[in-house]
C-alpha cells in the first residue's frame, strides 16, 4: 500500500519543479510586452508630423515672393516705363517707356523740361504713384506688384523725401529738433533726442537746435528738412527741386551736404532739377524730354576724353596746353541714350541747325573703319 504522506509528498514535489518553468516564462513576456510599447513610441520620433502653414501665413509668404526682384547692383532700375494719367474727357501720357538705372550708392541728378516726366517718374520712385505699366525695382521690390500695405511700408522704411516748399516737411511752431524728433515719434523710436541732434549735425545744423522756423533762413529750413528725411534711417534720398527758392550760395551749400550724405553713408540719392548750373557740378546728369531718357551728362577729366577721340601724342600735346590755359581737371560730356529698341532722341539744338523736325525721314550711313554713324536729312 502506499502510503498517504509519500502521495502528498509526490504531489508537493511535483508542484515544486513546475513552478520554475512558470517563473522563467513570465520575464520573457513581459519583456516582450515592453518592446511592444516602445516600439511606436520611437516610430513617433523618427517620423514627427510636419506642422501646416496657416492659409493666410501662405499667402503672406506667396506674396513676398511676388513682390521681390532680383538683387543686382542697381538700386534703381526702370525698363520701359509707362504713366498714363486719365480723366473723363483727356489722356494725358507723362512717361512713355523711360529706361533708367542708378547704381547703389550714387549720386544723380535728373533735369528736364516742365511737363518731361521727371516729377512723374521722382513720384514713382517714393511710391507716391504707381505705374501703369513697364518694370520698376527698387532695391530689389518689385513696385507694380505692391499693395497699399507695401507702399506704406516702403515710404516709412525704404525711401526719405525732400521737397521745395518746406511746408511739406516742417511744422513752423516747432524748433529745429522737435521737427527732427517729429517722425520718430510717430513710429515709436528710441532715443529720439539722441537721434535727432545726431541728424541736424550731419546737416551743419547744431547751434540751431532750439530755434524755430521763423528763426531761421530758408537754407537752413531745407537743411532741417533734409535732416528729417533721414529720420528713418532711408536706403534712398528723392530731392524734388532741393534748391528752387534759396540763392546760389545756399544752393551750393546744400548740394554739398547732400555730397557728404552721399559719401559718408552710402546713400543713393537722387535729385531732380531745373538748376543746370548744379547739375554740372553732379558727376552724371540724366535728362529726360518727352517722357523718355534722352541723354546723360556724365563729368569727365580731359585725359579721358581726349584717350577716347585722339591719338596718343595729339592727347599729350591737347594735355598740356588745356593745364598751362588754366582749364578745369573735370569737364561734363553729353551722350545720347540708346532705348531698348534701338531708338535715340537727338538734341533739340542739333535738329535745329540741320533743319529736321519730328517726323521727317532721314538717312543714317554707318563707317565701320571708323566706328560711326552719319545721319543727315533725307532729300
Keep these: 500500500m502506499t502510503n498517504d504522506k509519500d502521495s502528498v509528498f509526490e504531489k508537493d514535489t511535483v508542484l515544486e519543479e513546475a513552478e520554475p518553468e512558470i517563473t522563467e516564462e513570465t520575464p520573457a513576456v513581459e519583456e516582450k510586452k515592453q518592446k511592444k510599447s516602445k516600439e511606436p513610441k520611437e516610430k513617433k520620433e523618427k517620423q514627427p508630423k510636419e506642422k501646416k502653414l496657416s492659409k493666410k501665413k501662405q499667402r503672406e509668404l506667396e506674396h513676398e515672393q511676388e513682390i521681390t526682384a532680383p538683387t543686382t547692383e542697381y538700386a534703381i532700375e526702370c525698363e520701359n516705363l509707362v504713366k498714363i494719367y486719365k480723366t473723363e474727357q483727356i489722356e494725358v501720357v507723362a512717361l512713355q517707356g523711360l529706361d533708367l538705372k542708378v547704381k547703389r550708392g550714387e549720386l544723380v541728378a535728373i533735369v528736364g ?93 547744431s547751434h540751431r537746435i532750439n530755434s524755430r522756423l521763423d528763426q531761421m533762413s530758408g537754407g537752413e529750413q531745407q537743411r532741417v528738412a ?53 547739375a554740372k557740378q553732379i558727376d552724371r546728369v540724366i535728362s529726360i524730354r518727352d517722357g523718355r531718357t534722352s541723354s546723360e551728362i556724365i563729368k569727365k577729366s580731359h585725359a579721358e576724353i581726349m584717350r577716347e577721340s585722339q591719338s596718343l601724342e595729339e592727347m599729350d600735346e591737347n594735355l598740356t596746353k588745356s593745364v598751362t590755359e588754366g582749364e578745369p581737371d ?14 535715340l532722341q537727338l538734341p533739340k539744338e542739333y535738329l535745329e541747325e ?16 571708323a566706328e560711326r554713324i552719319y545721319i543727315r536729312k533725307a532729300e
Aim: aromatic share 4%; no cysteine; hydrophobic share 40%.
Design 330 to 343: 573735370f569737364v561734363s560730356e553729353e551722350l545720347v541714350v540708346l532705348d531698348r529698341t534701338g531708338r
Design 354 to 369: 540741320l533743319g529736321m523736325k519730328g517726323g521727317d525721314r532721314v538717312k543714317a550711313d554707318l563707317d565701320k573703319e
Design 113 to 205: 523740361t516742365s511737363g518731361s516726366g521727371k516729377s512723374t517718374l521722382l513720384n514713382m520712385l517714393g511710391g507716391l504713384d504707381k505705374p501703369s505699366a513697364g518694370s520698376l525695382n527698387v532695391n530689389g521690390r518689385n513696385l507694380l506688384k505692391f499693395t497699399e500695405e507695401d507702399y506704406m511700408d516702403y515710404k516709412r522704411n525704404m525711401v526719405g523725401f525732400v521737397w521745395q516748399n518746406n511746408a511739406r516737411n516742417l511744422v513752423s511752431y516747432l524748433t529745429a529738433e522737435q521737427n527732427v524728433e517729429l517722425p520718430m515719434l510717430l513710429q515709436g523710436q528710441k532715443n529720439r533726442r539722441e537721434r535727432a541732434l545726431e541728424l541736424l549735425d550731419a546737416v551743419g545744423l
Design 226 to 278: 533734409i535732416a528729417i528725411s533721414l529720420a528713418n534711417n532711408p536706403q534712398i534720398l528723392l530731392a524734388d527741386e532741393p534748391t528752387g527758392s534759396v540763392d546760389t550760395k545756399t544752393s551750393d551749400q546744400l548740394l554739398q551736404v547732400f555730397k557728404d550724405l552721399n559719401r559718408t553713408r552710402g546713400i543713393t540719392i537722387v535729385i531732380v532739377t531745373h538748376d543746370m548750373r548744379l
